[in-house]
């Protein structure tokens, strides 16, 4: 099969959950959370980050091109944190020089990192602010998006991510990309006004244990409204690109979005105002900067193709670390 043939078989399983590697929200979700979040932003900003609206849209979806291309970039966009016992909020410290005194590196890379990535992104994109860096302040505010939008779904806080040890294989995919295929019209992303975090780190925090919480319902209703459909009513075909691809049926997403009330459209509109009121907190930190002059500034030959080498390695490559099998 032809190159082109494989890249475009690869988006298509990616959207629908198929048997191929399932990514954080899917792409189409990514993308939409940070172009809502560039809607939400006072004026001060809005002008910036709407100038520049579509490589904010278009780049949210970096970090998981990047897992082909980087062997550590994969912890940076989940936290099993149910590994760390029956409470494991309790039991894990917020500041990851305490986190790694009690646990190790190791450990927390070895079950994920994702809130204080999170963390490290914002002191990144504060002193890219800072420096009216008009490159790096459009990169790590793309970057920042996703692994917000991470922090937000439920399955990226368990070792079950994929269903896996509750025999419900195809579940990651089916929450975070199915469901807002399905249902994103319906949704309403009006986020109110943005808030200022005194600690970004702790409401990376807030996000976890807010997604962990949500977990239970999202295994238990796929779990029992499975024992209702069979196999035939739970899956059908669709043709994308002229390609027949297996997909969970209408019927079945329907029924599970009603059974989780709203959920996947709640996670999506927390993250949405989250990564705004991260990309507003960054900018007062870095103290208010003029970034009217930035506007309309392009990419740099160096950047351009630091994004053209991860986009041939994603195209090429295989994932490194964690996958998302159905």
Known sequence: MAQKALSVLLILTLIAGNSQPSYSWGFFAHKRINRMAVMGLPTELMAFYKSNIEFITDHAV?????????????????????????????????????????????????????????????????????????????????????YIGDAHVPLHTTENYNGQLTNQKGIHGFWESRLPELMIDDYDFFVGKVEYYESPLDE?????????????????????????????????????GGISTRVYSREFSMAYHQRLDGMVERRMKAAIHCVASMWYTAWINAGRPDLLPLREKGMTDEMEKKIATDNKKYESGKIKGREHQQ
Request: no cysteine; glycine share 4%.
């Open 204 to 240: 990376a925090w807030e996000a976890v244990e807010a997604s962990h919480a949500a977990l239970d319902s999202v295994l238990r209703f796929e779990k029992e409204l499975s024992q209702e459909y069979s196999g035939d009513l739970k899956f059908s075909f669709e043709q994308r």
């Open 62 to 146: 970096d970090p998981d091109k990047r897992r082909y291309a980087v062997e550590q970039e994969a912890a940076r966009h989940y936290i099993d944190i149910d590994h760390y016992g029956k409470k494991p909020f309790e039991n894990m410290p917020r500041r990851w020089k305490e986190a790694v005194a009690k646990y190790s590196q190791d450990t927390l890379e070895a079950y994920g990192i994702v809130p204080w990535h999170i963390d490290r992104m914002m002191f990144r994109l504060t002193k890219a602010f800072k420096e009216k860096d008009f490159n790096r302040i459009l990169r790590y505010s793309s970057d920042l998006g996703h």
